[in-house]
Each structure stands twice: as structure tokens, then as C-alpha cells.
């Protein structure tokens, strides 16, 4: 039993390219979220799913794409990276709508 | 505008006294609050929660209060423990619902002396 986890853990791109962060849950839960944290900051939800074939807008979702295909995994793309989107992005899941559970992240730098 | 405030970055204490994190919102809707605990190049652990219903919550060496009228609760480690060092969050979601978000703080980074 994984819980959650992340895929790549560390990536580095250049301005423009594109690349997706793959979120995979064994824990049959219906809600995943992505969060990006920047020092300073705190975690900012980016998009989330509500379950499987669903996704809706967060708070800061410009930049970033979504899809929730299989009840199991969540993905996170950026089409066209640019600096700002330098960040660690975390994974979140929840079945009781309560407690959410993370991945261990993804560090992505973007030159 | 920050709904979820932690306004101090940083707290040292010694191990076994006690450390008392703290956290103040501003929206008056959120009903459930949780601690979060976030370890260097690790996810955030789910630490310890507490409903808007009630005014404290205690697991082992963690509590959490709530004061409604003020919108703040803290988080009281005793005995504090050098393994206790990390980054804590705050985090407040209202009413569940269909999307069940939470409102994170930006952090209180705890270090517990030996």
C-alpha cells in the first residue's frame, strides 16, 4: 500500500517546453488536488478532482492543465513552462472530505 | 488576502518545555481546522484536526484549541522533542461540500533544541 505517489521526484525544464506530473493513489479515494508551494507562500491548490472524469479550477490554475481519466491517478501538465512555475508540487488526496493525505512532491525547475 | 494566517515564520524552544504554534483566519465560514507537519523534501502529514464544534482536541503530546470569537487556535506540543522539528501548517476548509479545499497558512518552521 503506496498511499500516494508522485512521478517524476525532480525534473528540470527550459522556458517553453512542456511536461506532465503524474499523481497515483491506491487508496480508492474520490478527491485529488494539486498544490504548488513557494517559500513564503504556503500551499496553493492549483486544480482538483471531485472524481473520476471530473476537474475544476483552483486558486491559482493559470498555466496548468489537468485530467482525471482513471478514478486512481491524477495529472498535472504544463504546456509551455515558464520560471515562475519553479516550484515543488504536491499531490493530495481525501475520501472522507475531511483529512487530506500528500505525495512527497515533485521539485521542478524551470530555466 | 491571506484567509489563513500564521504570522510567526520561525519558534525555538528547548526539548520538554512547550511550543505553542499559532494561527488566526478571517473567513467566518470555515468549520474544520487542521495541523499539518512537513518535514525537508517530504509531503505535509496530516498532524491533528478539530471541528468548529468544539474548543479543543488532544492526541498524545498534541493539542489544538479553537477560539471561535477570535478566530484563532494554536497548537501546544508537550513535551516538545528534537524529532518534533519541522515546518507546520495551518489549514482551514468550509463545509466540506462537493470539493472539500482546504486554506493553507505559510508555515511556522518549529526547531527544538537537545
Known amino acids: 500500500n503506496a498511499g500516494v505517489t508522485q512521478t517524476p521526484k525532480f525534473r528540470v525544464l527550459k522556458t517553453g517546453q512542456s511536461m506532465t506530473l503524474l499523481c497515483a493513489q491506491d487508496m480508492n479515494h474520490e478527491y485529488m488536488y494539486w498544490y504548488r508551494q513557494d517559500p513564503g507562500m504556503g500551499l496553493r491548490l492549483i486544480h482538483y478532482s471531485v472524481g473520476e472524469g471530473t476537474t475544476a479550477k483552483g486558486e491559482v490554475p493559470d498555466g496548468y492543465n489537468v485530467s482525471r481519466l482513471k478514478k486512481q491517478n491524477f495529472l498535472l501538465g504544463l504546456e509551455s513552462a515558464a520560471p515562475s512555475q519553479t516550484s515543488v508540487y504536491f499531490c493530495?488526496?481525501?475520501?472522507?472530505?475531511?483529512?487530506?493525505?500528500f505525495g512527497p512532491g515533485t521539485r521542478l525547475l524551470v530555466l | 488576502d491571506q484567509q489563513v494566517k500564521q504570522n510567526s515564520p520561525s519558534l525555538s524552544v528547548q526539548e520538554g518545555r512547550i511550543s505553542i504554534l499559532n494561527c488566526d483566519y478571517t473567513?467566518?465560514?470555515?468549520?474544520?481546522f487542521l495541523w499539518y507537519k512537513k518535514y525537508p523534501a517530504e509531503g505535509p502529514t496530516f498532524l491533528i484536526s478539530?471541528?468548529?464544534?468544539?474548543d479543543k482536541n488532544e492526541d498524545g503530546r498534541f493539542t489544538v484549541f479553537l477560539n471561535k470569537s477570535a478566530k484563532h487556535l494554536s497548537l501546544h506540543i508537550v513535551p516538545s522533542q528534537p524529532g518534533d522539528s519541522a515546518v507546520y501548517f495551518c489549514a482551514a476548509s468550509a463545509g466540506g461540500g462537493a470539493t472539500n479545499k482546504l486554506i493553507f497558512g505559510t508555515g511556522t518552521l518549529l526547531a527544538v533544541q537537545p
Open positions: 493530495a488526496t481525501t475520501g472522507n472530505g475531511e483529512t487530506q493525505y
Open positions: 478539530i471541528s468548529s464544534i468544539k
Open positions: 473567513n467566518s465560514m470555515f468549520d474544520y
